[in-house]
């Protein structure tokens, strides 16, 4: 069920009434008895979706994600073969050679 908020026309008097959604409009201020009580838009409360079975990407289909997880495994290769090549045998990083266009040139 969930809270609405009022404001009283006449008084200006603001509150908040937990109801059924089904339950009509209230008309009556409760402080000044007068016929003016007008329904204001709130913000709402925020919805949390958890576990699975939300998303749209739950509900991809199965050649959908065959073709993900082959471009993320291609991806993920090329990664590791960039790595690599910046790695000797050992493991170590590989310095720039002396003439290498690589390295910051220094100007005066």
């Avoid at 000044?32 to 009580?37: F, N, Q, V, W």
């Avoid at 329904?39 to 925020?46: D, E, F, Q, T, V």
């Amino acid at each position: 069920m969930p809270t609405y908020e009022y404001r009283c026309r006449k008084c200006q008097h603001e509150f908040e009434v937990f109801q059924a959604m089904t339950a009509g409009v209230l008309k009556k201020c409760p402080q000044c008895g007068e016929l003016s009580l007008k329904r204001l838009i709130g913000p709402g409360a925020a919805v949390l979706f958890k576990g699975s079975g939300f998303y749209t990407t739950d509900y991809r289909s199965k050649s959908y994600q065959k073709q993900a997880k082959a471009e993320t495994d291609k991806q993920d290769s090329k990664s590791e073969k960039s790595k690599t090549k910046q790695t000797d045998s050992a493991g170590k990083k590989k310095e720039p050679a002396a003439g290498d266009s690589n390295r910051e040139k220094k100007t005066g």
